[in-house]
């Protein structure tokens, strides 16, 4: 349960995440949670007294206990709270009264588990509220500040407890354990990790507001099952761009969107795992897949900042990691450039005779000769103008060496070369293992950099923060304002507005719609006919009749007024044969060539109104070739949402067709978007399928419109 809909102060988070003295309330030796949370205390670095409250035993954990709050005597900045559900509101009474205004709860019981439990949420909440309190929690770990020491946190803590600019937030407190071991065994330091629980008051929103404002942080993790209030969090994320922070995101959980938008096309190719993609994707925010990657690729961009392109440089001392590592550009949309002129030529001059000098580069086996050869190959390399970074494959040594001080000195070199390179260069092993203390140490001695573990999440996380680096870009960093006109809509708006209708506001509000005329005779049909000249296409009208294809209600290609009575006598009768009502035709004059496109819009319950640009037509859902925005969005915006279709070079003039006049059709579907987001809170659905592009010529051939 999240009830929480106000944003905490910063100086108030700040006082949650940094005390100087803690009350475990509730602390006993018979829970593991306690001895825990007072271990991990004890044993990583806080400086400041741990005071016990246990109201019915003298001594807990080999220290005294207070019965009570109150009994401490002494001034307390923050509460870890583990006693019984219905004592914890006692509690923050009590210590409300005291002053103490931070508080974790760790109890659970509460709106996780039905309504009595809400019930008592959202009294813990209105208290919180009415005596400015900061709540984490409840049923939430804890957290871990590797940054200050503080780590009032209900699991072991497993050592050594790195810190670092990596900040974790959590929606899971089973994987936090796990989440922070592998961010051990990769050497990727924590500024902090925070296990959520219920959110009752502190969001996820809140702590990424604190870290983007923290100095200590300079990437943001997330593991989310939900995201909980988007209006929100689309706010911190583009706090977090402004701030040049990246968000690293792994959004577990996908369902099909509400079937109520099943109407339109549209509705079955945005769902929710989808929107959420769009969202991440205009806010700047990296979605990864694993909890490996997440992880990973946080430590990469901490390492790197932006990587201002896509021509990644690879030098390995393996031929077979460099066949690897060319699939894997290729899927995560990398490019591999040839080597300029200059720089094969100084490669000639230091690798072995029987080295193929290309991109990617192997130095071949013989840097067991010259131990310097791969460093001094990456400095080559580096100077490279025609590449963006360069991928330095090489593992930390993982076993004691039979000369320490000869590796430190080699890596220290190595080190350095990498920090004098002119572009950024990205350490990576060949498979993914732990880093030993061994490895640690030379790390820690030689200053040498991160080291992505293994190519397969490398490569990802290189694709990711090329991705990223672009989106800095494109983001726009502020929250969208709504200055449109007032639209023209004539007529109610509830049910379903089939073509006609739909096509009549299009054209009322400024989109190109191609000419119709309705007819309920057959003579009206052919006069529409002779009027737009022949060929021309009639299509069936109902009310309620949505895809007219379904049951044969379009034809095309009509050449003659006889063939317009057949048509328009054919489909009036099976309309009413189906017991339809409002029977007539549309006629329209054929279009033929060009692209067709579905421009489709639908309101998403939790991101709002959502546009779909796909290529197909009818056969869209077959094609399956879309994209998605989260409006409002600009023609800019558009224009590089063509791009990112796969069949955009149809767009482009594949095969001697015309191209497309891109800007016009970005113009178009842009317009599209603004109508429906003036369209008010009752639009459940726009479509326009097709959209007709030929050339210079944008024109909507069918549409659909729901209102809820």
Same mark, same amino acid.
């Given at each position: 349960m999240s009830t929480a809909t106000t944003r905490i102060r910063t100086g108030a988070m700040q006082?949650?995440?940094?005390?100087?003295?803690?009350?475990?309330?509730?602390?006993?030796?018979?829970?593991?949670?306690?001895?825990?949370?007072?271990?991990?205390?004890?044993?990583?670095?806080?400086?400041?007294?741990?005071?016990?409250?246990n109201p019915r035993t003298e001594v807990v954990h080999g220290r005294r206990a207070h019965r009570s709050l109150t009994d401490i005597g002494e001034a307390v900045d923050m509460a870890y709270v583990m006693?019984?559900?219905?004592?914890?509101?006692?509690?923050?009474?009590?210590?409300?009264?005291?002053?103490?205004?931070?508080?974790?709860?760790?109890?659970?019981?509460?709106?996780?588990?039905g309504p009595e439990g809400r019930r008592l949420e959202e009294e813990i909440l209105a208290f919180a509220r009415e005596n400015q309190l900061t709540v984490l929690g409840p049923n939430g770990n804890g957290y871990i500040n590797a940054t200050e020491g503080t780590t009032p946190y209900g699991l072991p803590i497993p050592p050594p407890l790195i810190s670092g600019p990596v900040g974790v937030v959590l929606q899971s407190g089973a994987l936090a354990s796990s989440i922070l071991a592998f961010a051990q065994a990769r050497n990727v330091g924590l500024s902090l990790l925070t296990s959520m629980g219920n959110e009752t008051m502190v969001s996820v929103t809140d702590v990424i507001d604190y870290l983007v404002d923290d100095p200590a942080t300079r990437v943001i993790a997330l593991f989310l099952e939900s995201v909980r209030r988007p209006e929100e969090f689309a706010r911190a994320a583009r706090r977090a761009a402004r701030a040049?922070?990246?968000?690293?995101?792994?959004?577990?959980?996908?369902s099909a969107l509400a079937s109520h938008t099943a109407q339109a096309h549209t509705g079955a190719l945005v769902g929710d795992d989808a929107v959420v993609d769009a969202a991440f994707r205009q806010l700047g925010v990296v979605?990864?897949?694993?909890?490996?990657?997440?992880?990973?690729?946080?430590?990469?961009?901490?390492?790197?900042?932006?990587?201002?392109?896509?021509?990644?440089?690879?030098?390995?001392?393996?031929g077979g990691a460099c066949e690897v590592i060319a699939d894997r550009a290729e899927q995560e949309g990398l490019e591999l450039p040839p080597f300029a002129t200059e720089t094969v030529a100084r490669l000639k001059e230091i690798l072995p005779d029987f080295a193929t000098v290309q991109n990617p580069l192997d130095v071949t086996g013989y840097v067991v000769v010259d131990r310097t050869l791969l460093s001094r190959a990456l400095e080559v390399v580096a100077d490279d103008p025609g590449v963006d970074a360069v991928m330095l494959l090489t593992d930390l040594p993982r076993l004691p060496p039979a000369d320490l001080n000869l590796t430190l000195q080699h890596?220290?070199?190595?080190?350095q070369r990498i920090r004098d390179a002119r572009r950024p260069v990205i350490v990576a092993g060949n498979v993914l293992t732990d880093i030993t203390e061994v490895g640690r140490q030379v790390q820690r001695e030689t200053g040498f950099p991160y080291v992505v573990g293994g190519i397969e999440h490398a490569m990802t996380a290189?694709?990711?923060?090329?991705?990223?680096?672009?989106?800095?870009?494109?983001?726009?960093?502020?929250?969208?304002?709504?200055?449109?006109?007032?639209?023209?809509?004539?007529? &109610?708006?509830? *049910?379903?507005?089939?073509?006609?209708?739909?096509? =009549?506001? %299009? !054209?009322?509000? @400024?989109?190109? #719609?191609? /000419?119709?005329?309705?007819?309920?005779?057959?003579?009206?049909?052919?006069?529409?006919?002779?009027?737009?000249?022949?060929?021309?296409?009639?299509?069936?009208?109902?009310?309620?009749?949505?895809?007219?294809?379904?049951?044969?209600?379009?034809?095309?290609?009509?050449?003659?007024?006889?063939?317009?009575? &057949?048509?328009? *006598?054919?489909?009036?009768?099976?309309?009413?044969? =189906?017991? %339809? !009502?409002?029977? @007539?035709?549309? #006629?329209? /004059?054929?279009?033929?060539?060009?692209?067709?496109?579905?421009?489709?819009?639908?309101?998403?319950?939790?991101?709002?109104?959502?546009?779909?640009?796909?290529?197909?037509?009818?056969?869209?859902?077959?094609?399956?070739?879309?994209?998605?925005?989260?409006?409002?969005?600009?023609?800019?915006?558009?224009?590089?949402?063509? *791009?990112?279709?796969?069949?955009?070079?149809?767009?482009?003039?594949?095969?001697?067709?015309e191209p497309a006049d891109l800007d016009k059709v970005a113009e178009v579907v842009a317009r599209i978007g603004q109508l429906a987001g003036s369209l008010g809170p009752r639009l459940e659905s726009l479509e326009v399928n097709p959209l007709l592009v030929r050339g210079s010529e944008v024109e909507a051939l069918d549409a659909l419109i729901t209102w809820n």
């Open positions: 006082a949650l995440f940094a005390p100087r003295s803690i009350a475990l309330v509730g602390a006993t030796d018979k829970s593991g949670w306690s001895l825990s949370t007072f271990e991990n205390l004890r044993t990583n670095g806080f400086r400041g007294p741990v005071h016990l409250v006693v019984p559900t219905p004592a914890v509101l006692p509690v923050l009474r009590e210590g409300a009264g005291l002053g103490i205004r931070s508080y974790v709860v760790l109890t659970a019981g509460f709106g996780e588990t040049g922070k990246p968000i690293v995101a792994l959004k577990i959980g996908s979605r990864v897949r694993s909890l490996e990657d997440l992880i990973i690729t946080a430590g990469l961009l901490a390492q790197t900042g932006p990587v201002r392109g896509p021509r990644i440089a690879v030098v390995t001392p393996s890596f220290a070199a190595t080190a290189i694709g990711a923060a090329v991705r990223w680096s672009r989106a800095l870009g494109e983001t726009d960093r502020t929250a969208p304002a709504d200055k449109g006109v007032p639209p023209v809509v004539r007529g &109610e708006t509830t *049910g379903l507005w089939t073509e006609h209708r739909a096509s =009549r506001l %299009l !054209t009322d509000n @400024g989109v190109p #719609v191609v /000419p119709s005329t309705l007819a309920a005779t057959e003579d009206e049909a052919v006069e529409a006919a002779a009027a737009f000249g022949y060929p021309v296409v009639l299509k069936a009208v109902a009310e309620g009749l949505g895809h007219k294809s379904d049951i044969g209600g379009v034809r095309l290609g009509l050449n003659g007024p006889e063939a317009v009575r &057949e048509a328009h *006598g054919e489909v009036c009768a099976t309309l009413r044969d =189906r017991g %339809l !009502t409002g029977v @007539g035709t549309l #006629v329209q /004059p054929q279009r033929s060539g060009g692209v067709e496109l579905l421009v489709g819009v639908v309101r998403d319950p939790a991101w709002g109104l959502t546009m779909a640009v796909a290529l197909g037509g009818i056969w869209v859902e077959v094609l399956r070739d879309s994209v998605l925005r989260l409006l409002p969005v600009d023609t800019a915006g558009i224009r590089r949402a063509l *791009g990112e279709l796969r069949g955009a070079r149809l767009l482009q003039g594949a095969r001697g067709t």
